[in-house]
């Protein structure tokens, strides 16, 4: 995944979003500061979707050849190229004039903690026994510089802030992960944590859950995926490669928004049908796409 992170346009494509539709839906990854549609969200995604799973070095050429079919520019794919390796994304290896890229270990750790986020969006995650786990973090004036990567890491999480200085997620598994961003932001003497489940005293549950997510937006969001691709019917070869590089794309943004709650506590949530409908494209065309990237990227292409 994990990665995730933003949407594409493609020109080829008769079934673009609208542009004023695509900029009242434009979010950003807090977790990866990657605006939907640009070129490093396109280039994580190819390189989390078919790079990764290939297991091969990525050529230049291929690279540039994938981001081209989903509406980017020669110049600014190779500038996000340039720029992924520079923040350590890919490590470059040269054969004669011939560029190719692998996956840095971190950004595979990244990809694989994200694919089982993207993996569990329609989850209904019925196994919840009812406990939430609560952070109640202050953080400080003269840390606030902190504050910043604390809310991007906890909204990475799941976790909502119903209130200033609290935050919580019926994720309670997720608890050594928060613990190590508590710990790597050095905020330990300024939190405390509880695990247990809500009481009559105060806010419902569902009052928490509308007080703690914008899930409105979250859903309109849902909605104006789904749509776009309720009933995709690409060619084979490039078309369905291009489409699902930004079915992909679409997917992998929302562990960003969505904080996959139980069904318990949102029942009929629109991302779980939207997340099984795009896997499900997603699988069928699995195979195809995977025979038309190593082509692709074949070095007698």
């Known amino acids: 995944m994990t990665s995730a992170a933003a949407t594409s346009v493609a020109a080829t494509s008769a079934s673009a979003t609208p542009a004023a539709a695509t ?41 540039l050849y994938a981001m081209n079919g989903v509406g980017i520019e020669e110049r600014t794919a190779r500038q996000a190229i340039v720029r992924g390796s ?48 609560v952070l109640l973090v202050t953080v400080p004036q003269a840390l606030r510089a902190k504050r910043k990567r604390l809310y991007s890491d906890l909204e990475w999480a799941g976790f909502g802030n ?42 419902s549950e569902p009052d ?38 930004r079915i992909l794309s679409e997917l992998q943004r929302f562990p960003f928004s969505d904080p996959q709650l139980p069904e318990a506590l949102l029942p009929d949530w629109v991302g779980r049908r939207t997340a099984r409908h795009l896997q499900a494209l997603r699988a069928s065309w699995a195979a195809d796409v995977a025979q038309q990237w190593q082509r692709i990227n074949s070095p007698n292409r």
């Open 162 to 203: 119903p209130s200033a200085g609290v935050w919580l997620s019926p994720h309670t598994e997720r608890r050594d992960q928060v613990a190590a961003v508590i710990e790597r932001l050095d905020l330990t003497e300024e939190t405390m944590s509880f695990l247990g489940t809500a009481d009559s005293v105060g806010l």
């Open 86 to 133: 520079d923040s350590g994304w890919i490590e470059a290896h040269r054969h004669g004039r011939e560029v190719s890229w692998t996956l840095s270990p971190s950004l595979v750790q990244t990809f694989a903690e994200g694919s089982r986020r993207v993996a569990s969006l329609s989850d209904p995650f019925d196994s919840w026994d009812g406990r939430w786990l």
């Open 23 to 63: 900029a009242q839906r434009e979010r950003k990854g807090g977790h990866a500061d990657l605006t939907r549609g640009s070129a490093r969200s396109l280039l994580l995604t190819i390189l989390g979707e078919l790079v990764w799973h290939s297991g091969e070095p990525a050529r230049t050429s291929a690279l």
């Open 208 to 245: 928490i859950v509308r007080r703690g997510w914008d899930l409105d937006a979250v859903a309109e969001d849902y909605e104006a995926v789904l749509e776009e691709f309720r009933d995709p019917n690409p060619q084979p070869g490039d078309d369905q490669l291009f489409t699902h590089i």
